[in-house]
């Protein structure tokens, strides 16, 4: 582990640091009006308005990603990285960098409202607040639907946010997790799932692919043992295929949660084209062949995972509740790894 704390060396003080983050931002979320990860969002799709031409993308775009995450990320950790050392409570300094890079609790309050909204028969209601957490298109989604999309974002936004950015500030250091964090976000903003920037976020996908591989998987298998349901041994079978080690990260927490919960997850979806391109072109100089072309919705076939029933919104709470014990058995393993690296430095 690099020696990122204030002269100590003791995994005990690395650990405490990231806990405190951790439940710091789990008592006190930053409102996303003026959280500095939501300002990246916005940077990030202001950027992306300049650099996209509304023609067909080149080879050239998959230059542009790499150079958009060198220009958005290396001067903000370089920025951080400088005011560090001047800092009079470096303990205090990271402490606010990681709780920033940890922003999730606000998706924890919505998902609880969607699947109350579920719950009270309030389908518009809950398809709307779950419009602004997906790219999925949400317009048609059946109550069944609402909860499956639900249950899948808050997973992977816990797997890919809490999970694996804890991990990183444990291994490596605040700053480095702060800079993930970054990425992630850029890829979320540019996803390669719209065609639109299926060159341009190519980069910071493959990136956050190869930060998340190790992280996730290890939170998957804690996820199946903590809350080791009926079917639990075909739910770490699932977990662990062939296919599932070298897929995309989002497919093995989808295999544990369809276990943990003993329903359907995944699945085909249908993403909305102009739901991005209406952000990013002046409509009114588009042809009608392109404003066809901006109504147009794509079906994504994705593995699908099978259980017992279908997911309802007593299942939302229930993953909730799966991944909060599993949060916190996950932290006992960290502050387990950091005495373990602690004692080779």
């Known amino acids: 582990m690099f020696n990122w704390s204030l002269n100590a060396d003791s ?11 951790w439940l710091l931002e789990r008592l006190l979320p930053i409102s996303s009006a003026i959280d500095p990860i939501a300002f990246f969002r916005f940077v990030c799709t202001r950027m992306a308005i300049k650099v996209l031409p509304a ?21 903000i950790g370089l920025i951080v990285y400088l005011i560090s050392q001047f800092a009079s409570y470096q303990w205090l300094f990271n402490l606010i960098v990681l709780y920033l890079a940890l922003q999730l609790s606000g998706q924890l309050h919505l998902v609880k409202k969607i699947a109350d909204a579920v719950k ?37 936004r816990i ?51 190869v930060l998340q591989w190790l992280p996730t ?13 009926a079917n639990g041994l075909n739910a770490l079978k699932a977990c662990f295929t062939r296919q599932s080690l070298l897929s995309c990260n989002a ?35 588009q042809t009608k062949s392109n404003q066809d072309q901006i109504s147009e ?15 309802a919104a007593s299942d939302i709470f229930r993953i909730v509740n799966a991944h909060n014990r599993t949060m916190l058995v996950y932290l006992m393993f960290l502050l387990f790894i950091s005495f373990a690296v602690n004692a080779n430095v």
Request: hydrophobic residues 45%; glycine residues 4%.
């Open 159 to 209: 797997s890919f946010q809490h999970a694996t950015t804890l991990a990183l500030a444990l291994l490596l250091s605040p700053l480095f997790a702060l800079c993930y964090r970054l990425c992630y976000e850029a890829a979320q903003t540019w996803n390669v799932k719209l065609n639109r920037y299926a060159r341009f976020g190519y980069f910071s996908s493959r990136l956050c692919f």
């Open 217 to 229: 998987r290890f939170y998957a298998l804690l996820l199946v043992l903590i809350n080791f349901p």
């Open 297 to 311: 919705t794509i079906t994504v076939r994705r593995h699908k995972y099978f259980g017992r029933d279908e997911p």
């Open 55 to 75: 023609e067909k993308q080149s080879q050239q775009h998959y230059i542009s990603g790499v150079l958009a995450i060198v220009v958005l990320v290396i001067p």
């Open 120 to 156: 009270r028969n309030k389908k518009q209601l809950a398809r709307d607040l779950l419009s602004t957490q997906v790219l999925r298109d949400t317009s048609a989604l059946s109550m069944v639907g609402i909860s499956k999309a639900s249950i899948e974002m808050i997973s992977l």
């Open 11 to 21: 995994g005990l003080y690395a650990w405490s640091l990231i806990f405190s983050a």
């Open 251 to 285: 497919n093995i927490i989808y295999a544990a949660v369809s276990g943990v919960l003993n329903t359907h997850v995944s699945g085909a979806i249908r993403y909305e084209q102009s739901l991005n391109q209406e952000k990013n072109q002046n409509v009114n100089h």
